[in-house]
């Protein structure tokens, strides 16, 4: 292509003027914010780190998480660590005793979230993490990690609505099956398990 | 997918023609198991870069591309093989069987995938094979056939230690050169000498305990 | 610190070469062959050299223009190349190993942190090698999705691509900072889809991770329709500029042939004539549905590689625009896929792909277990870098530095 020397030069100049006049005024190109004073909506997918998520109000008692440490194993980097409570005469229970997991380490990947089948695990938008302390504060504890379920429906409000209704559904199954189990057992006490095929 | 590609030569072909070309080239397919099946195929160091050529300038092949050298490391196997006979021992018939174990040994790999860019088809998968694991266990480069070999043999001398006879610069390429070891083989030991701080994993923090035990133990 | 993998290399072949006197240095050519056939030769020495020393500089690790730890020991005579040696290693982490050590699932993440421009084709690239080596099959609408995250990210990354290349030119940041704004629009629509902006971990085994939030398809089609008139902007911004022509025409030419021989592959290939674009060639995915064109160049040089660039950019919008369009409903992701407990039948597989860089390969050998018994990554930014040296001789280092920008490599990505 022929062009009279200069032309490129002048064409990319009025480029640069059209963008700086416009960034003026026209939406499209202002792209930047000042961030500390304003903040950009965190979106409804984004994610950051996990949580665990508790119902009710006792983050304690409430806590989803069974202690079944899958998420600790398929957890690609390796950055969560799960304690199991014993009780007195050293059984283990359902219900972890220490669940860390190590914000330094953690890539966000969200592995963690898609094997877990309790819908314990869950990733927090939370991004102002910045810290002095590199060794203790970036060691999330349970207790940092427990956030209600609220909160979970208000980061996420199709996602936990959709856990909602699956935990809803399970838990009417699980119901409805322990009530025929019950009116099994009440309505034929005596006759036994075999015996009640048509 | 694949049956849009004009089709190669079959592996068994290839190697006929090969053997007719390339005089002395001891050649082996080698069946893969996986579900899309893809063989590959191995030759012998002495005559590889030979047998590359023919690949490259074959009208029927024009293998002009070289796409991927990489190298695998195949620890000492113990293979067990139980044998059933039958014997007549007391004037009874009797089934014995007999386990004997022996060890193949291990050996490291450096295998090349080709393509042709000429006539779109690919890929046929080169194997060379070292005779044991040892340090400065050969093979023959075939960077002088395929220049695009050139750092990824040196990758797989650095990692591997794999040494590549007639490569014009075979330097570590990832690694510094004081390093020793080779990182990919198996049975590579890790150095210990993590920075130590705390972590939730307690095989890493008895590492680095047991590390730094002269150096005062813990960080307190 | 750690010494430096070459500099002892380099001296010891600057002594063995009288100063001043022409000729090949022995040491480094010996196993290079005759140059029978198409065979790569060495490039003799220009002559015309002046008396007096070369001098040794080590550019980078973290000068070249934006391009990462990287480093290029060079050897002046004056202001012009006479020796090129690039210097690896610096963003090393053995993710190769690390993958090794970990689930097939597991290494998904890593891979993004590959290029980390381009997460969402090294997913694919990762996805498509465990395919092949599994048999699963991939749903129609998961297909779709692929297409469409994997053209965005060629977008992105061509888009940054050009605007550091010509940063790299003495733009000084302005086309950069347009390409960035682009760029942001594009990471938007990743971070509604996928939960993060660069590193999505996004694919999964037969499919993908979760289908698209409601008001995503308009917004990306939105972006798309936007796109031509920021390539038109670009364009008049800078296609045509008289500097640019003078400065990146003729420079750092690569001739088909070498390209072949040498591994070259993406957008560096084709502008130096080669029609081989994996998209065509394997037609990986649904490929064959949609309507494009493969854009070649002429010269080899940076300006074709720039060009080409932008006419990619072009052809990807018209794929984008195709498969929103026909995106169909439907599951996606294969019922077969699990994503615990994948075991694959032993064997091995090579899966490939056209990643915006070139030709993104993952080998595989499964030894039944369920961790891979080798992965390999076959990095583009790597191999493509094999041919920096011929490409810069007898330039100068103004031109070396632009010359390592028409490459296109992310320093995650040739580190591994
Ligand atoms: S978070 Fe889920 S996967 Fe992890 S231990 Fe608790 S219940 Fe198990
Ligand atoms: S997000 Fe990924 S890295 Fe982080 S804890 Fe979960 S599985 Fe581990």
């Known amino acids: 292509m022929k062009h009279t020397p200069g032309w490129g030069l002048l064409k990319g100049l009025f480029e640069t003027a059209r963008n700086f006049v416009g960034s003026y005024y026209q939406p499209g190109r202002l792209t930047t914010i000042e961030y500390p004073d304003e903040r950009l909506p965190v979106q409804e997918n984004f994610r950051n780190f996990p949580m665990l998520i508790y119902d009710g109000a006792d983050p304690e008692r409430g806590l989803r998480c069974v202690g079944c440490k899958i998420c600790e194993k398929e957890c690609p980097p390796q950055c969560i660590y799960i304690v199991l409570e014993r009780d007195r005469s050293g059984k283990v229970q359902k219900r972890p005793r220490l669940f860390d997991i190590d914000v330094s380490v953690c890539m966000s990947c969200q592995i963690c979230v898609e094997v877990c089948p309790f819908d314990a695990i869950k990733m927090n938008t939370e991004y102002e993490l910045s810290t002095g302390d590199r060794f203790g504060a970036l060691l999330l504890r349970k207790a940092e990690l427990a956030k209600p379920n609220e909160y979970y429906r208000r980061l996420h409000p199709t996602e936990a609505a959709e856990v909602d209704a699956r935990l809803a559904a399970a838990a009417q199954a699980k119901a409805a099956a322990q009530a025929k189990e019950q009116a099994k057992l009440t309505a034929k006490p005596a006759k036994p398990a075999w015996s009640t095929q048509p | ?220 | 610190m750690r010494a430096q993998a070459g500099d002892l290399e380099m001296r010891g072949a600057f002594a063995a070469e009288p100063h001043g006197g022409g000729g090949r240095s022995a040491g480094s050519d010996a196993g290079w062959g005759a140059g029978a056939g198409h065979e790569w030769v060495r490039p003799a020495e220009p002559v015309g050299r002046l008396e007096g020393e070369w001098l040794e500089v080590a550019m980078g690790p973290h000068h070249p223009s934006t391009h990462g730890v990287f480093r290029m020991n060079v050897a002046l005579e004056g202001e012009r190349i006479r020796k090129l040696k690039p210097v690896f290693g610096y963003l090393h982490r053995n993710h190769e190993k690390i993958a090794e050590g970990t689930t097939y699932l597991g290494s998904m993440p890593y891979t993004d942190r590959l290029d980390y421009f381009c997460s969402l084709t090294n997913n694919w690239a990762y996805a498509l090698a465990v395919e092949t080596l599994a048999g699963l099959g991939v749903p129609e609408r998961a297909e779709y999705l692929r297409v469409i995250t994997g053209e965005l990210t060629r977008l992105l990354n061509h888009a940054c691509l050009v605007g550091f290349l010509l940063h790299d030119m003495g733009t000084m940041g302005t086309p950069l900072m347009y390409a960035f704004r682009e760029r942001e629009k594009i990471l938007d629509l990743f971070e509604a889809l996928t939960g993060a902006r660069m590193m999505c971990n996004y694919l999964r085994f037969g499919g993908c991770r979760v289908d698209v939030p409601a008001g995503w398809l308009a917004g990306a089609q939105r972006v798309v329709d936007e796109f031509p008139r920021f390539l038109d902007e670009f364009e008049n911004l800078l296609t045509t500029n008289e500097i640019v022509l003078a400065r990146s025409q003729g420079v750092g030419v690569l001739s088909g042939a070498l390209a072949v021989n040498a591994g070259i592959t993406g957008p560096m290939l084709r502008a130096s004539g080669v029609n081989y674009d994996l998209r065509k060639v394997d037609r990986y995915g649904i490929y064959d549905r949609f309507n494009f064109r493969v854009p070649l160049g002429e010269h080899g040089d940076v300006y074709d590689r720039y060009m080409v660039r932008i006419l990619e950019m072009r052809e990807s919008v018209k794929i984008l625009a195709q498969a929103l369009k026909d995106l169909p409903p439907g599951p996606i992701l294969d019922p077969k896929s699990k994503l615990r407990g994948f075991r694959p039948r032993a064997g091995e597989a090579y899966g490939r792909i056209e990643a915006p860089k070139g030709e993104l390969g993952f080998y595989l050998i499964s030894d039944g277990s369920v961790r891979p018994y080798r992965y390999r990554v076959r990095p583009p930014s790597l191999i493509n870098l094999t041919v920096l040296e011929e490409l810069c001789l007898g330039h100068t280092v103004a031109d070396a530095v632009i010359v390592l920008g028409s490459v296109d490599i992310v320093l995650g990505e040739v580190d591994r």
């Open chain 2, 1 to 220: 997918m694949s049956d849009l590609r004009p089709a190669m030569e079959t592996l068994e072909r290839i190697r006929t023609r090969l053997e007719a070309a390339v005089a002395g080239a001891e050649l082996e397919v080698v069946a893969n198991g996986a579900v899309a099946a893809q063989g590959s195929l191995r030759v012998d160091a002495a005559h590889a870069v030979a047998v590359a050529r023919f690949l490259r300038d074959d009208a029927q092949l024009q293998l002009d591309y070289c796409s991927n050298v990489t190298g695998v490391d195949w620890l000492d196997r113990v293979v067990r093989t139980t044998v059933r006979t039958r014997r007549v021992i007391d004037g009874l018939e009797r089934e014995l069987e007999q386990t004997t174990e022996h060890t193949v040994p291990g050996y490291l790999e450096a295998v090349y995938h080709l393509y042709s860019v000429a006539l779109r088809h690919g890929p046929l998968v080169l194997r060379q094979r070292t005779a044991d694991r040892a340090d400065g266990a050969r093979v023959a480069s075939l960077t002088p056939v395929w220049r695009s070999a050139e750092f990824q043999e040196r990758e797989v001398y650095d990692l591997f230690g794999v040494v590549f006879e007639g490569h014009p610069d075979l330097r570590r390429i990832l690694m510094w050169d004081e390093f020793r070891d080779h990182p990919m083989r198996k049975d590579y030991v890790e150095p210990d000498d993590y920075e130590y701080e705390p972590t939730p994993h307690d095989e890493v923090l008895a590492k680095a305990r047991r590390h730094y035990a002269g150096a005062g133990g813990d960080r307190a």
